[in-house]
C-alpha cells in the first residue's frame, strides 16, 4: 500500500493486490499523476474513478493499462449508502479482471517484485534502532503512527490519532513492514488552480526499512517513471523484505519523523 500526499494536506492510499479474490474494494478515488509511477513499476493495471487533467494526459502518453470507474457499469463500480460520498465507491476483483479481459490488458506478469520479499523471518543488523513507535507527519493535517504489537510482530496503524480499522471487518489494520522514501511534493501551477500536487521521485532518496521493532536507514532509487524502485541497505545491498503486507510512505525530506 502506497501513501503519497495530493492537494490539500490529504493523502491517499493505493493498493496493490496479486491473486487475491475480493468482493469489495475502495473506496476508489481519482487518478493523480505521479500515482502511476508505481503502479507502472508494479506492472500493475491501475483503477480510478476519474482523474485529474495530468493524469488523463500521463495514462495516454505513458500507455498505462487503467480501468476508468467513470466509464463503467453500476454494476462493476457502485456506492454504499453508509460512507459520504466521494468516499463511498466501491469494485470487486471479479469486476477487474472481467472489465481487463474486454480491454484486452493481461490478467498476468512476468516482472519480479518490486520488494525482494523473502520466507524466513527476516534479522535485523546490530545496527538498526528501536522502532516500536513510528510517527509519519505527510502534512500539517495528515500525521500517521505505528505501534508495535510484539505478539503479533506487527505493527498498528493510526491516522489523526485514530486506530485505524477496516471498513468492512472492522478488523484493526495493521501491517508487517514499513518502507519511509523522504522525497519531496510541490504545487502544481496549472491553469485549475485546485492545489494539485506533483513529486519529485527521480533519483535517488533517503528513507527507513521498518519490521520486527526495528528500523535501518536505507536508500530508495528510481531512475525514471516506469522503472521499479530499489530499496538498498546504506551498504549497497538490497534489502530483504519480511514476508507479509507493507506500507510504503512518501513523505517530503524535512517531515520531522520520530521513530523510537
Known sequence: IYEIIVEGGESRLMLILQDEDLDKIGPVRSSRHYFL???LENDAIYVHHGWSPQAQSDISTLGVNNI?????SSASFWRVKDKSAPHNLFTSTDSILKIAER??????????SVLNYVANEVEMPATAVNATSVTIP???????KYEYDVQNKTYK???????QTDYITGETITTKNIIITMCDNY??????NKGRQGLK????????????????????????????????????????????????????????????
Open 138 to 144: 505527510h502534512s500539517k493535517l495528515q500525521t500517521v
Open 157 to 163: 496503524r493510526y491516522a489523526r490519532n485514530k486506530l
Open 201 to 260: 521521485n527521480i533519483g535517488t532518496f533517503k528513507g527507513y526499512y521498518i519490521t520486527e521493532g526495528k528500523a535501518i536507514e536505507i536508500q530508495c532509487t528510481k531512475n525514471d517513471r516506469d522503472e521499479q524502485t530499489v530499496y538498498k541497505d546504506l551498504n549497497g545491498k538490497e534489502i530483504e523484505v519480511n514476508d507479509g503486507n507493507t506500507f510504503i510512505n512518501i513523505c517530503p525530506t524535512d517531515a520531522k519523523l520520530v521513530i523510537e
Open 187 to 192: 504545487t502544481l501551477n496549472d491553469s485549475e
Open 68 to 72: 476508468n470507474g467513470i466509464q463503467e
Open 103 to 112: 480491454k484486452g490488458y493481461s490478467k498476468t506478469s512476468d516482472k519480479k
Open 37 to 39: 509511477d508505481y503502479a
